[in-house]
């Protein structure tokens, strides 16, 4: 640190240095003052403001987070999020200082994102990414604040609510009628009569299911980059949940479960789906086009059973709240954004409530 004056211009100057988060001593200097009282204030003040600041760029602070998350995050999660910043955010932000991005600098970045055409739910998980690790840097080192929450999320404003490929009941039966495979069999009418999720159903084994109630406590899930399927703890804290169960998918689940027991080593801990090994997801896929093309009915992907189950409960009258807990949604949020567009308001039903009240 030092204040010397520039004989050229009469003007007094300040050189300091300052280390950054990332342990690198660089050195700053200011000029332009007309007494040395004035450098030797203007030195401390500098000093001070950047005694704990962040002078990383977005890309430093990324190559630090990214190898965080590798090591907290499932891989899949890990995947998902790495992909999306590497490949929309990085190319815009890497070298820029972390303390430079502004709210212009933010938004010009959302709106390029939006005239990109991607979906809401895309760029909303894309910008909470980014939120999440401008936190880690507040939290670990010294950005004193998190432009992606102070500009906010993507408008929804221009989102058209995706419309979700469902079975009425009566297509449903159509397809099941045709199954010829009893575990199939069975493992569909589970996806339509729970609303589970295709891993949590997978992983399924016999000790899950309690009296009348099916406890999910575990996802199967398939990894990226080497295919192995594990087990995994549900999607998210609020996934964990007993799924209460029809008398009738009751009695379909203790039936094939006695069909179970002719095999000398049966165990509770078998999974229900696929016995030693659960049933595959491609194989799961591949048996559900077969048996749509037989009965005639338009293809659904697999997650729309679960969509189906929503939408039957929906139209049944069963409150949005209870339909959120069944399907383990984190929020009720979730739910009537997901769902919202099916809520559409019977008019008739309206105005036969309005004609029948009682007017003074």
Same mark, same amino acid.
């Given at each position: 640190?030092?204040?010397?004056?520039?004989?050229?211009?009469?003007?007094?100057?300040?050189?300091?240095?300052?280390?950054?988060?990332?342990?690198?001593?660089?050195?700053?200097?200011?000029?332009? !003052?007309?007494?040395?009282?004035?450098? &030797?204030?203007?030195?401390?003040?500098?000093?001070?403001?950047?005694?704990?600041?962040?002078?990383?760029?977005?890309?430093?602070? #990324?190559? /630090?987070?990214?190898?965080?998350?590798?090591?907290?995050?499932?891989?899949?999660?890990?995947?998902?999020?790495?992909?999306?910043?590497?490949?929309?955010?990085?190319?815009?932000?890497?070298?820029?200082?972390?303390?430079?991005?502004?709210?212009?600098? $933010?938004?010009?970045?959302?709106?390029?994102?939006?005239? =990109?055409? %991607?979906?809401?739910?895309?760029?909303?998980?894309?910008? +909470?990414? @980014?939120?999440?690790?401008?936190?880690?840097?507040?939290?670990?080192?010294?950005?004193?604040?998190? @432009?992606?929450?102070?500009?906010?999320? !993507?408008?929804?404003?221009?989102?058209?609510?995706?419309?979700?490929?469902? #079975?009425?009941?009566?297509? !449903?039966?159509?397809?099941?009628?045709?199954?010829?495979?009893?575990?199939?069999?069975?493992? !569909?009418?589970? &996806?339509?009569?729970?609303?589970?999720?295709?891993?949590?159903?997978?992983?399924?084994? #016999?000790?899950?299911?309690? +009296?009348?109630?099916?406890?999910?406590?575990?996802?199967?899930?398939?990894?990226?980059?080497?295919?192995?399927?594990?087990?995994?703890?549900?999607?998210?804290?609020?996934?964990?949940?007993? *799924?209460? @169960?029809?008398? %009738?998918?009751?009695?379909?689940?203790?039936?094939?479960?006695?069909?179970?027991?002719?095999?000398?080593?049966?165990?509770? +801990?078998?999974?229900?789906?696929?016995?030693?090994?659960?049933?595959?997801?491609?194989?799961?896929?591949?048996?559900?086009?077969?048996?749509?093309? &037989?009965?005639?009915?338009?293809?659904?992907? @697999?997650?729309?059973?679960?969509?189906?189950? =929503?939408?039957?409960?929906?139209?049944?009258? *069963?409150? /949005?709240?209870?339909?959120?807990?069944? &399907?383990?949604?984190?929020? /009720?949020?979730?739910?009537?954004?997901?769902?919202?567009?099916?809520?559409?308001?019977?008019?008739?039903?309206?105005?036969? *409530?309005?004609?029948?009240?009682? $007017?003074?």
């Amino acid at each position: 640190m030092s204040v010397t004056k520039d004989k050229r211009t009469n003007l007094w100057k300040f050189r300091t240095y300052i280390t950054d988060s990332l342990g690198n001593r660089k050195q700053h200097q200011r000029s332009g !003052f007309k007494t040395k009282k004035e450098a &030797l204030k203007a030195e401390q003040n500098f000093i001070k403001e950047h005694a704990n600041s962040c002078d990383m760029t977005f890309g430093e602070l #990324w190559n /630090i987070y990214e190898k965080h998350i590798k090591l907290k995050l499932k891989y899949n999660s890990y995947r998902t999020i790495k992909n999306r910043i590497e490949t929309h955010a990085l190319p815009y932000f890497k070298d820029y200082k972390l303390s430079k991005i502004d709210s212009c600098t $933010y938004t010009n970045w959302q709106a390029e994102l939006e005239d =990109a055409g %991607y979906s809401y739910k895309y760029k909303s998980s894309l910008h +909470g990414a @980014i939120r999440t690790m401008l936190n880690y840097g507040i939290k670990f080192y010294g950005l004193k604040n998190n @432009i992606a929450s102070s500009v906010g999320n !993507f408008s929804k404003r221009n989102e058209i609510p995706k419309e979700h490929t469902i #079975w009425t009941h009566e297509e !449903f039966k159509k397809f099941i009628n045709v199954v010829d495979n009893d575990m199939y069999k069975l493992f !569909f009418e589970t &996806l339509f009569y729970t609303g589970l999720r295709l891993g949590e159903c997978l992983a399924l084994n #016999w000790n899950d299911l309690k +009296g009348n109630y099916i406890i999910v406590n575990k996802t199967l899930t398939r990894n990226i980059k080497n295919g192995k399927k594990t087990v995994n703890s549900p999607k998210t804290a609020t996934s964990y949940r007993k *799924v209460k @169960i029809s008398n %009738y998918l009751l009695n379909r689940l203790k039936e094939y479960k006695e069909k179970c027991h002719k095999y000398v080593e049966f165990e509770n +801990g078998w999974y229900i789906f696929g016995n030693i090994n659960p049933l595959s997801t491609t194989t799961v896929e591949r048996k559900k086009n077969k048996y749509c093309k &037989l009965a005639q009915v338009k293809q659904i992907k @697999i997650h729309d059973f679960r969509h189906s189950h =929503a939408s039957q409960l929906l139209s049944s009258g *069963v409150p /949005i709240t209870a339909i959120s807990q069944r &399907l383990g949604h984190s929020d /009720i949020e979730m739910t009537l954004n997901t769902y919202s567009h099916m809520l559409q308001t019977d008019e008739d039903k309206v105005i036969d *409530v309005l004609d029948n009240l009682n $007017y003074e």
